[in-house]
């Protein structure tokens, strides 16, 4: 039997759109990435739950004709182990924006790591809060302007694969929206990885980081994620080892699964052994 071809009206709640995404904002590509890979696992919709906190990336829990809740500002991760403790059979994912997962979510970010419960958290960097205004973020870096930060930050940022590399995550990757068939094709193996997953994808807010910092329009910067960046293992890394690494960091299948190692205490607990 062929599959059915892909229809992106057949996994969104189209009475909610249009979207309320800036015009040149990526995270319409990360939103069709997700629905694509959803489509190609040929996952029944009632298998999948999306859990989201605040700001623009945020949005897409409302987005997709998925089970979905969205929460409050930083806490996805933490109603999404809720979730999955309870349905473990449900596949969780969480798009979380970098300041949402990494600022006031930071704590949760890096217990769901160490845990490695089931969850898919994509992580969606634009370097700014952008539904909220452009403040800087954790990701924004020295140097960048931002509407709390009009003489730029002295803030530096951290790399978001090596922080989920440190807590334990067992699936970290990471792209950006200019090579979306890449953020589809690690999506996919995020939601099919037994553990905790991160993949986190450079999107571009030209509303307020590129338009404050002088990166032009959202053409200007997507092209910036095609010379700035590089897979793991090329040449052109090799000979600019100062560009973004994309690629697959951590693939680690040796790590008991919480919900797994959680059901495995109550079975002790049930027959009385230590």
């Avoid at 930050?153 to 890449?182: C, K, M, Q, W």
Wanted: charged fraction near 25%.
């Amino acid at each position: 039997m062929t599959k059915k071809p892909f229809d992106a009206k057949d996994y969104i709640r189209s009475r909610f759109f249009p979207h309320l995404w800036c015009p040149g904002c990526g995270h319409g590509i990360v939103l069709s990435a997700l629905l694509r890979a959803v489509h190609e696992l040929e996952l029944d919709k009632n298998e999948i739950v999306v859990t989201s906190g605040i700001g623009c990336s945020s949005r897409i829990s409302g987005y997709v004709d998925f089970h979905s809740l969205h929460t409050i500002h930083g806490r996805a991760l933490a109603f999404a182990t809720g979730v999955k403790l309870s349905k473990p059979n449900l596949k969780a994912i969480v798009p979380m924006g970098d300041g949402d997962a990494l600022a006031i979510g930071g704590n949760h970010f890096i217990h769901a790591a160490r845990r490695n419960i089931d969850i898919t958290a994509i992580v969606m960097n634009n370097k700014i809060y952008g539904m909220t205004g452009g403040q800087f973020s954790p990701l924004s870096g020295c140097g960048k302007k931002a509407t709390t930060a009009p003489f730029s930050s002295i803030d530096r940022s951290f790399d978001i694969a090596e922080l989920a590399r440190g807590a334990g995550a067992s699936f970290v990757a990471r792209s950006t929206v200019y090579h979306a068939n890449e953020c589809k094709d690690f999506i996919k193996k995020g939601i099919t990885h037994k553990g905790f997953s991160v993949v986190e994808i450079l999107t571009q807010c030209p509303t307020h980081y590129g338009r404050k910092n002088k990166e032009g329009d959202a053409i200007q910067m997507m092209e910036g994620y095609k010379t700035q960046t590089a897979k793991i293992g090329s040449k052109k890394l090799e000979k600019n080892p100062g560009l973004i690494q994309r690629g697959i960091f951590v693939e680690n299948t040796d790590i008991p699964e919480y919900c797994e190692a959680y059901d495995q205490i109550i079975e002790k607990a049930k027959k009385g052994t230590a």
